[in-house]
């Protein structure tokens, strides 16, 4: 049997010609590989495999990050590093598998490279499930349901409205060097409730996120809260709006943030504002979170979720279509300790320009500085990163 291997960019080839698929001719090389020109080595198929589904519609879509980046310390004794990285390379497909055209079946596996430097990884690229949900439009008015390996509520939000460049920083809540309480996805059901003036995300999750293992003893009830006070929404470069938000999570006998062998409570809060116009973007955080662990290490630390902190970031934007972009952003985020031990900061400023091609390819260049109190055990060395990063969605 010929054993045709299509490669990602075939099976899209293949998907947007399949109008006139009748008319299509396909050649394959010695080593399976398909193309739709003939060429040297390149014979005909004369069978073409029909790319189907059970669904009526199927979508894909891409998106990646790809960069350089240079770290130097203040510390002599710690070396700098450089880099080429791939930080996320995202593929998508969402399969439209009901009458109602806004309810489908989305799938994203994301290309990451694994940090540990395990036996079976070794630091290698690997390829993980980020979402894998089922979407339910309108189950009650104005409301959607994900359903399985979902969005969590506030993510999503942030890094659309308010903070664009996830290529080179998380948000606050999630960043290693802030608060770092929460990741973008879990298991679990959200509600999504869109009006004018209005719309919340909220649910219940194992509360250990998409890439930790799961604790099955607790659950995690989160939510945002957001008014949009112009009755405008987001488009960042096209609409004026001004958003405030509430959000946060209660999340029981939670493992990720708790000292090692024990399980503890997490709870964090937080109050977000953004204003937007067309030119020009201000937003501001408060997050304050509490855990019930307590840990006598040398760090000091409480434990590893507990304390307070904010966020607030600027954005300025020129030319015909605002494709030409300078941004600013401060995050402070002071840990609890122990009765008796010394408090500490941490502190990452973020600046840079960005310049935007088109919709599919946006330019970034900016210079990040963690600069954290030095608290005996509590932080690393002030380091400065200068980053060049270039953003891909198709």
Do not use: C
């Amino acid at each position: 049997m010929k054993k045709i291997v299509l490669s990602a960019l075939a099976a899209l080839t293949l998907g947007s010609v399949a109008a006139n698929a009748g008319a299509l001719k396909l050649y394959q090389d010695a080593n399976g590989q398909v193309f739709t020109q003939a060429g040297e080595g390149r014979t005909a198929i004369k069978t073409p495999t029909s790319v189907f589904s059970h669904a009526d519609k199927l979508k894909f879509d891409g998106q990646a990050f790809i960069g350089y980046k240079n770290t130097q310390y203040d510390d002599s004794s710690k070396d700098s590093t450089q880099d080429f990285e791939v930080r996320r390379g995202y593929f998508q497909l969402k399969a439209y598998l009901l009458d109602d055209p806004k309810s489908y079946y989305r799938v994203t596996m994301d290309l990451t490279r694994e940090k540990s430097t395990t036996a079976n990884t070794n630091g290698s690229m690997i390829v993980r499930a980020k979402y894998a949900y089922l979407n339910l439009n309108e189950v009650l008015p104005a409301t959607s349901l994900e359903i399985g390996l979902a969005h969590r509520p506030w993510h999503d939000y942030e890094e659309h409205n308010s903070w664009m460049y996830r290529s080179i920083s998380e948000i606050l809540i999630e960043n290693g060097n802030s608060a770092h309480i929460s990741s973008s996805a879990d298991f679990g059901v959200m509600a999504k409730t869109r009006t004018k003036y209005f719309d919340a995300d909220y649910g219940v999750f194992n509360g250990e996120g998409y890439h930790s293992a799961q604790n099955s003893n607790g659950m995690s009830l989160e939510w945002r809260f957001t008014g949009h006070l112009l009755g405008t929404h987001g488009h960042p470069e096209k609409t004026t709006y001004l958003d405030a938000s509430f959000f946060g999570q209660l999340n029981q006998k939670h493992s990720k943030n708790a000292v090692t062998g024990h399980e503890d409570d997490l709870h964090f809060y937080g109050f977000h504002a953004v204003y937007n116009m067309p030119a020009f973007l201000a937003s501001a955080q408060y997050v304050t979170s509490e855990d019930t662990s307590t840990n006598s290490s040398a760090t000091g630390a409480a434990s590893k979720g507990s304390g307070d902190g904010y966020s607030f970031n600027v954005e300025g934007r020129v030319g015909e279509e605002h494709q030409y972009k300078a941004f600013a952003r401060v995050d402070k985020w002071t840990p609890d300790v122990n009765s008796g031990a010394t408090k500490y900061d941490k502190n990452t400023y973020i600046g840079g320009v960005a310049w935007k091609q088109n919709s599919n390819v946006e330019w970034v260049a900016n210079v990040t500085i963690d600069d954290n109190d030095h608290a005996t055990g509590t932080a690393s060395p002030k380091s400065t990163s200068y980053m060049l990063t270039t953003q891909i969605d198709f």
